[in-house]
């Protein structure tokens, strides 16, 4: 063998190990945490071949590690089972199957289950259940009950994906509600925004949730601002499965939908506080003052001026700098800028104010 | 809604649509075509929940029709089926399942299996299956038997996996070779190649073949010259099942293994002579010549000068074209050039040798 | 030295060759040769910092070699030098300075200059020059008439750049016309599409040109369908300056504009015959037939159905395959497919018409 | 014009936008600040068309500005200046013509040049003048004399670029070194290591400084890991010209060569140690724990076992996470790790030292 093959088997060698390496990985997803809290990025609604899904249930564990999710929760249909002829109903086994490979990776993995009847009154997930079995029941009441009576969290599900009429609010729901039984709504799932669901959560105090409702492999390598999951963050005191549930019951979340972040403006207002940088002024002219703002996360923030001073918009990519050049007559002093965050929304079609001085 | 809200979400809008369009794109491998011969991608061996694979079978065609495969094999493990307990053994089952998608896809999908024994004497892949049930024997040769009596093609998978000791040439191999009942090997296998195999493919005539015996979910976008599976380029007479068993019994194959390409020169030859476009000579010096080579396939050629004219290496990089100075005191005249093309294997350790004039 | 710091070295080394390799490639861009025409992509418009660019004239070159270019103009300003204190004017400098490593690199690279006086009547750029000076006149029709006397191509550059009051046609332009010394209009230029310059461009047989306008580095480092400069694709009849000029005379020339295609109905007929392949339908249903549609070029195609047959809209990527599924009650007999091009543009808004008949 | 025709231009339009948006953006490079330390990105040395560069000197505030550079110096030769004829001499003409965009930049630019005489003694840079002309001298010692008195910060350039004897250790480095007028070496110059002037700068106390050298334009788009320039990081009391040359003068430096970081224990140990996040051990087994290891910078950190505990090799790439297993037959007990970071080099062939607890 010549001295450059054996180079070039050296270098095979190693990019295979830089390869297998990299699937241990977990590349960094950029959301900071909240003062008193830390930030998990949770998916909620996900499938496997034991229901409609076409994936073993481990996988999506080594989906979660590799995409840097803290915490997901397999749902697999109790009723609705195409795969039934050649993987038998079992409500509890996906849970099993996957949970071992979720404590080594430090992943958490409430069990749960999604609830299928008709819609309506439509979909919804229990999760933090103990035994799935007790859902299977005739009555769909009665399977949201049993739920609770294991102090599930409780979440209606892509609330218009059969139209509105068809996700209406019905008695039941208001039962639901009275009863203690329904915690929250998806406002986004997979591709599909639910404003109806947004605004319900808002004026019914429902936690916001987002979830991909993934069925196949997901193919992405890592989870970036251009192409990730729909998603939960969780703003949780402790990461554990009962810190996480403690953070979902008080409705502790936001949701990253596309270039989207919906939720309460608390919560928006404390990622924004905690992600972007404002610099000192680096540069004062006559007429202006310069300034370079970070967004440290990996949402773009975008903002559209509503007070007197400043840009008209102003565009701050994700894990990027941009400079900000403030027209003013008083170049030394302070400068306020009040600006809309149009994809920061604290209900659907309203984006969060924010204010700031710029010195 | 304001305007450039409304904008926004046409431009939200127009992106899913343009992401659900790209989830049937199939994105082009280039590899040409031989005189008299289609140029088939294949893979032949892979698995589902069916064996110890974490897919559902129809992901393996959704995969085929992404990645730009013209042919593949589900290769379930008769023998080996750690999901058993959830998932009851059918040996049919995985090609039943999956056959469908494959026909509305146009990829072509042989019915298969792996024949699974101890090693010794090895694993073994049989395609072309018209019933996997009667190799579920106990009798390991009376499994090749009768899959030689359905008219299966029959090779042997990863020869040295656990070794070369365990990966050595017994009487077994000889009856099955003399019997007709072997017709390839592995010469290489995910990421690892069998030298000794390649060699006895040289030396016994076999069929040199390239699979992935991919058990996870395969999360590339596409096939390209970095990133690919390893697998088994077919030179078909049609592009039908029975024109890829032709061109399989007849040996028409080449193994695209990372960076290099393994095969019978005949067929390397030809896949170079096809993709590899040299320019006349655009510019004469007093003491050179240059032209530009073309490489239109999707692996990159390195050559190494064997004669005297020409540089001492050159590579063409995939889909590219290449600027080529040589230095020549006859500028006005043909130059002659030799060389060995090093990632072109025609066996262990040997490239192919290439010679053309440029003029 | 331990043995992994020594393979790591070889591993740093061989990076380092196989970057240094990359610098010369040039990846290539797909677009077919017409028959009896060779297609060449071309750039007739950038700067240098011998006007208002900021790169050394040899840049161009370098660029064009990496970005798959067959043929640019280096068309600095006779009038606007903002460099000038630093770098005094020489008209055909740049072209000097840059000539000897085009002619290496086999790019065709005419003598050429923009000739920019107020705007009316707006700036034009020649090319095939054999000296710049005699165009440095008091006299705008002059300058233009010094270039015709060279034989010169000369085109209207970004006609509605500063509005389409400022782009009128105005008698100074009638007077380059009826002496046959405007053969051509920029209908891209840089970012911007002008529509007035194409309905001209139709309405009085002017050639169509889509050019870069660069002045900074370009820093891709390919030519994709995402990401490329406005260009004009020429169809010779041999690749040499002479031959580029007599295409350009002739009218020969499609524009690429983003994700569109510019130019008079036979050429971009022409691209789509070439380009698109359509297999024999591989499946028939009891009421549709599927194929498959491969669009080897670099530019995607959308296709808006106008006739009875096939689906509404038809999107093929660029270097990709597509499946379609045509709904029909004869499966077995051919189906007449009748469409709209609406992003090949061969008049304002008017997307070319394409039929084929799949069978 | 059609809705949807309308509804594309709409997205062209935002596209652009976009893209207009991107091109002031300023992509984050990850390093952590020091206790007490701002850390800067920094290249100190680059030319522009002023000596043997192709680019116009703004350019290199433009590529600073993207690739998220804090300082830079343009460092254009005094003696080689090609482009003479066409640009003439004009010593402090590149920093007069860059200085106020890198100001409205915010990027430091103190004044600079390349003192460029014969190797031996070879070629220095002297940046934080006031004045490049009186550098402009017969002798080469008096040149280095005139950047000392105004203040100067002087380095030996690319020490062994012309072999180790011609970058061999003279009287007149002495000379330099006693006048106290030589006060680093670069121990990376572009893609080349200087083991030699690494052990020098060990020995005698000189500033380690790693730049690129960049002639031509800087064609990528952001710095990352895996494709950036090779830099010195500085680690500043303050974000000034001052506090740069400070800082520089001190010696708290470290650079940034590929994969690799040099410099001296000390700025490495706390880069690592403001970098590097071992979370709490979150998996106990019967004989082993299992603890997530965080990289947040923009480099990758190998290390190899020098303990006894933990596996043999870690590897962390940048901006990811890690899990790691630990062996122990005491999993309730903190367990002591000991390593070497093999790629971030303290003297040639010599990695970092590095202990820490797991608990």
């Not at 109790?78 to 050649?86: N, W």
Request: some cysteine; charged content about 20%; overall charge negative.
């Amino acid at each position: 063998m010549t001295r450059s093959r054996a180079a070039c088997m050296t270098l095979v060698l190693l990019l295979v190990m830089a390869c297998s390496a990299t699937a241990q990985t977990r590349h960094d997803v950029a959301f900071p945490d909240l003062p008193g809290y830390e930030t998990l990025l949770c998916d909620f609604h996900m499938h496997s071949v034991f229901s409609d899904g076409n994936v073993w249930p481990t996988v999506r564990v080594d989906e979660a590690w590799r995409l840097g999710l803290d915490a997901i929760a397999l749902t697999d249909h109790i009723e609705y089972q195409p795969h039934r002829a050649d993987v038998p109903t079992n409500h509890n086994r996906p849970f099993e199957l996957a949970v071992g490979k979720a404590l080594e990776a430090g992943i958490l993995f409430p069990r749960a289950t999604e609830i299928t009847r008709d819609t309506p009154p439509g979909h919804f997930n229990a999760i933090f259940l103990s035994d799935v079995e007790p859902l299977d029941t005739e009555d769909f009441v009665e399977a949201i009950e049993q739920a609770n009576k294991q102090g599930a969290f409780v979440f209606w599900n892509h609330q218009s994906w059969k139209g509105e009429e068809k996700g209406r609010w019905m008695d039941v729901h208001t039962t639901l509600l009275e009863n203690g039984w329904l915690h929250g709504m998806e406002v986004c799932n997979g591709g599909g925004y639910h404003p109806t669901a947004h605004r319900w959560c808002v004026e019914k105090g429902l936690t916001m949730l987002g979830n991909s409702d993934i069925h196949a492999p997901d193919i992405s390598g890592r989870t970036t601002a251009d192409e990730h999951r729909t998603l939960t963050l969780v703003f949780v005191k402790e990461r554990t499965v009962d810190g996480l549930k403690e953070a979902l019951q008080a409705g502790r979340t936001a949701v990253w939908f596309n270039n989207q972040m919906i939720g309460r403006a608390e919560w928006l207002e404390g990622l924004l506080a905690e992600a972007i940088e404002i610099a000192p002024v680096h540069r004062r002219g006559k007429d202006y003052v310069s300034t370079k703002v970070a967004n440290r996360m990996d949402v773009e923030v975008q903002l559209e001026r509503t007070g007197s001073a400043g840009p008209a918009s102003i565009t701050l990519p994700p894990r990027s700098t941009t400079m900000v050049r403030i027209g003013t007559k008083s170049p030394n002093e302070p400068v306020d800028l009040t600006y809309e965050a149009t994809n920061f929304l604290v209900a659907p079609g309203e984006g969060l104010s924010v204010s700031v001085t710029v010195e």
